[in-house]
């Protein structure tokens, strides 16, 4: 089978297309025919070596956590799926023909593969910060960073829950950041008084890492209040930094139930080719994404 591998840490450049053996279902698994990856900064933090303390890697390694597509394996002791059913969610080596995966879901009808590729880290994430601000229904949360995937995904489920969420994204995206309900705003000179202009604020989110951490603290008057996803020097002003996952599974669930309620839809805003995974690595790492960039099998 094809599969995106990387023999040694470094640039997008030592990423490569290689052919593979296919993997199989252990106890626990399923193995699927993958449709779809999703493309997350994890990915290429992992491909750079950023993440050997939390997540230690045996090279040659291969790239993805996320994907959709057709079980066409069952491990021992599986059940409630057969081969044949289009499910996503999470496993390892994902950027590849064939994939196991260790937590699923049937995809939610009326969902392509390539939309469902998108939602299972994205989702688990979304769920996890926003119980970690603890923001109640009524307060006002403000995340920057909220046009990407995790951005998508916060409005939308805090804006179910009674929240009203503030989004700063770039001026391209504001329109964007309106469509899912939230009070828009840019980022540039004069962004703190923008935002004291829409209301107080009673938590915030850093998905971003883009230098906001002291005036998040600022405008929500305590650093408890704030949670970052992407700036590893926010401990260094009493900021959270919440990088070790919960319960897959219960994320997968909850996504199936917003997205069949009509209450969660996170775009594709573009799509690779496995010989184009470099590329994809690039746009996400350059950020300013408007939801989701998935690679295509």
Do not use: C
Not at 3 to 28: R, W, Y
Not at 113 to 134: C, H, K, M, N, W
Not at 275 to 283: K, L, P, R, V
Request: without cysteine.
């Amino acid at each position: 089978m094809k599969k995106v591998s990387f023999a040694e840490f470094g640039g997008p450049d030592v990423l490569q297309l290689i052919d593979a053996e296919e993997p199989h279902a252990g106890p626990g698994r399923v193995r699927i025919a993958v449709r779809a990856a999703g493309v997350n900064p994890f990915d290429w933090r992992v491909r750079e070596g950023q993440m050997l303390a939390a997540h230690p890697v045996e090279l040659p390694a291969g790239v993805g956590q996320d994907a959709a597509g057709v079980v066409d394996e069952v491990g021992e002791g599986v059940e409630g799926v057969e081969v044949g059913d289009h499910v996503f969610g999470e496993g390892s080596s994902a950027y590849a023909e064939f994939a196991v995966l260790s937590a699923w879901a049937r995809m939610p009808e009326g969902l392509t593969f390539e939309e469902a590729a998108g939602y299972p880290s994205v989702v688990e994430t979304a769920l996890r910060i926003i119980r970690q601000v603890d923001v109640e229904p009524g307060q006002t949360l403000l995340v920057s960073g909220a046009s990407g995937g995790v951005g998508s995904a916060v409005l939308q489920i805090a804006r179910d829950r009674g929240i009203t969420v503030i989004g700063m994204a770039g001026a391209a995206n504001q329109d964007y950041l309106r469509s899912l309900g939230a009070l828009a705003t840019t980022y540039g000179e004069g962004w703190v008084e923008r935002v004291r202009r829409l209301g107080p604020v009673d938590g915030a989110l850093d998905l971003a890492g883009s230098g906001v951490i002291r005036e998040l603290v600022e405008l929500t008057g305590d650093p408890q209040k704030v949670i970052s996803i992407a700036d590893l020097a926010a401990p260094e002003l009493g900021v959270r930094f919440s990088g070790v996952a919960g319960s897959m599974p219960e994320a997968l669930a909850e996504a199936v139930g917003l997205i069949s309620r009509a209450k969660l839809h996170i775009p594709v805003e573009k799509s690779y080719t496995l010989a184009e995974a470099a590329a994809a690595h690039i746009d996400s790492k350059a950020g300013h994404t408007r939801g989701r960039r998935v690679v295509v099998v």
